[in-house]
Each structure stands twice: as structure tokens, then as C-alpha cells.
């Protein structure tokens, strides 16, 4: 058995019924029933995922993968491929926005290296497969075993992480090129047209956007992959640290933590990991909504609700750890808020 086939038969459906107990705690605090909305449904769907009514306060971590990719030959990007490299650099100093919001969240960041073209940076995790993909506009991006590999890398620093006491995971990315491997993968798993999908990533003008929905349509075409071969689209259309997020859900749901997504590059991500395993879906939280076109279609396709929408386009894990500001509130509103009976207020009764 496979690292990633043990895992996928590690993971369950979350119990509905915690679920409703926490709702139950939440009907009896000092409030009108529902009346703090979103944050009720959150604090149900953690208890769930967790198994416990009241949750502990999870210790926080967000996971930034960074790789290359060869589709940038085409000319999709509105920067250079050396870029990141760079921002890994700037990650590894502290330097980077995703720096600075996780520390107010107290998150750890673990930067992983998954493929760049650097040459390896002080303070980031080496799990490098190759210098970047091949062009997926002529051909896979990369090879299966090179995909398999990055997902157990995934697998395993989400097993590492809650073992170390983590029980929230973010995750986020860096990647010149990646938002058109992402269209790619959203394209695919929810059957909307490439244009559809496809947003200006880094700030693309209109005849980029064009050449960058032609090479999606091209790379669809030559490669052929199909939505019930998650693995095998990830090998040919999608990206080194693609395929090692979805790796970090697949693991993380096994151990039944949630994992708080991004924008638009992890949750393409996570179309390919639920559709690994379904299940997946249970532990994934939204963040947000980002302004990339395609994010909206593939939330709709999870059927996930963002949390917020503060029109991000930046990536990193940025949307994911102020997402983990609401998780905690949620959390503390169960284990915090007296009830009317603790705090002698009179209720509806009802």
C-alpha cells in the first residue's frame, strides 16, 4: 500500500452530530439563537471535524509551498521566474506580508521549497523535485512518480506538524506561472470553459490574458487529462507545490484537522485532493474570495463559503491565517460566553 492510498483510507466523514451539540452549547449562551451567524456554523463545523463539543484553541501553523513552473516560457506572468526564488528568500527572513499576519495570528510559517530554481535558502524545508515543471503547453508538466512524490511530501509535513501539537493548518503558495496551472485545474474538475477561470494573476494586460487562456486550452488539449485521475492531472497540468498542498490536506484530514485554505492556487489544490478522496471536504475551511475569477467557480464546485472577501489577490497563506482570527473567535465564543442559566439572564425560553 501506497503512502497516499494509507492515508485516503485514514480519512472519515466527520460526525454531523458533534456538530449539533456544539449548536445546542451555543443556543444556551447569552445571546439570540444564531445571532452570531457565521461564527456559529464555524464553531460547529470545527467540533465536528475535531470529534469534541468544545474544542481546545488549536496551536496554528500555515504551510507556503514555492516551485516553478515551465508554462512561464509562454509568456503568462507579469514577472520574471526568478521571482520566486526571491520571495522564498523573503519568507525565510520574515519579511514577507504573510510574515508579518502570522505572527499577529501567532502561526508558525513553514516555507517549502517544492521545486524552484533557487538554490536552496537557510530557514526553508528542501523537499525540491526538479527546477520547476516542464512546459505543460507542450506536454506534462511532470512525470507521475515526480507528482506521487510531492504529494507524499505534502502527506508527510502535514503528519509531522500534528504530531508536534499543531491542530490548524493553513496553507498558502508563491509560484510565478502557478495561477495558469491552477485555471488549468479549475477548468477541469468543475467543466467550465478556460476563459471562465482565468484571471489576471500577477496583473496581466488583455493580450497576456488572451496568450494565457490559449496555452491553458493548448495544455488541456495536448495532455488530456481527465477529472477522475486527480493524480495523474496534477502530473500533467498542474505544479510542484500543487500537488504537495493537496498532500497537506489529504495528510492533515487524516488526522482530523482542518486545514484553512487560500485563494485561488490552493483551492485548486484542493479540487484535486477531494477529488482523491471526497471526504477531504469535511476538514477544508475558506477563507476567502479572492478576485480571481476562477475562485468563485471552484467554492461553488466544494461547496465551501468564504468566510470574508476582502478582494486578495496576493497568496502566500495570507487570506488563510486571518482566517484563523474567526477560528479562534468561534472557538472562544463556545468555551467562553456565559450562558443565560451561569450568568442569571432571563431567556426567550424558547
Known amino acids: ?59 496554528k501553523a500555515v ?20 521571482v520566486t526564488a526571491q520571495m522564498v528568500a523573503n519568507f525565510a527572513r520574515g519579511g514577507a506580508a504573510i510574515n508579518v499576519l ?14 524552484t530554481r533557487g ?4 530557514g526553508v524545508r528542501d523537499e525540491r523535485i526538479g527546477p520547476g515543471t516542464a512546459n505543460m503547453a507542450v506536454g506534462p508538466a511532470m512525470s507521475h512518480l515526480h507528482a506521487l512524490q510531492a504529494v507524499g511530501a505534502g502527506i508527510q509535513i502535514a503528519a509531522e506538524l500534528v504530531d508536534a501539537g499543531v491542530g490548524l493548518i493553513g496553507v498558502g503558495e508563491m509560484g510565478i506561472g502557478n495561477t495558469t496551472a491552477a485555471s488549468a485545474l479549475t477548468a477541469l474538475f468543475t467543466g467550465e470553459l478556460p476563459q471562465r477561470v482565468t484571471g489576471r494573476g500577477t496583473g496581466i494586460d488583455e493580450a497576456t490574458w488572451k496568450r494565457k487562456v490559449a496555452v491553458i486550452e493548448r495544455a488541456l488539449a495536448i495532455n488530456l487529462p481527465t477529472p477522475d485521475q486527480p493524480l495523474e492531472a496534477l502530473a500533467k497540468i498542474g ?94 465564543i463556545v468555551r467562553e460566553m456565559a450562558t443565560f442559566r451561569s450568568a442569571g439572564v432571563t431567556s426567550t425560553g424558547a
Open 1 to 59: 500500500m501506497t503512502l497516499l492510498s494509507e492515508t485516503c483510507a485514514r480519512i472519515q466523514r466527520v460526525d454531523g452530530a458533534i456538530g449539533r451539540q456544539t449548536q445546542m452549547l451555543l443556543d444556551a449562551k447569552t445571546k439570540p439563537r444564531g445571532s452570531l451567524g457565521v461564527l456559529e456554523s464555524l464553531a460547529c463545523r470545527l467540533a465536528a471535524i475535531y470529534g469534541c463539543a468544545e474544542p481546545a484553541l488549536p496551536v
Open 63 to 82: 504551510v507556503v509551498m514555492a516551485a516553478d513552473h515551465g508554462v512561464t516560457e509562454e509568456g503568462v506572468s507579469a514577472y520574471p521566474v526568478e
Open 102 to 115: 502570522a505572527r499577529q495570528a501567532a502561526a508558525q510559517v513553514l516555507a517549502v521549497d517544492m521545486g
Open 119 to 122: 538554490q536552496g535558502t537557510q
Open 239 to 332: 505544479g510542484f507545490e500543487l500537488a504537495g498542498l493537496a498532500g497537506v490536506m489529504l495528510g492533515s484530514a487524516a488526522r482530523r484537522v482542518p486545514v484553512v485554505l487560500d485563494g485561488f492556487i490552493t483551492g485548486a489544490a484542493a479540487l484535486a485532493a477531494v477529488a482523491t478522496c471526497p471526504a477531504v471536504r469535511d476538514y477544508l475551511i475558506a477563507s476567502h474570495q479572492s478576485v480571481e475569477p476562477g475562485h468563485r467557480r471552484l467554492l461553488d464546485h466544494l461547496e465551501l463559503r468564504p468566510l470574508f472577501n476582502l478582494d486578495l489577490r496576493l497568496g502566500e497563506g495570507t487570506g488563510a491565517v486571518l482566517a484563523m482570527h474567526l477560528v479562534e473567535a468561534a472557538l472562544r
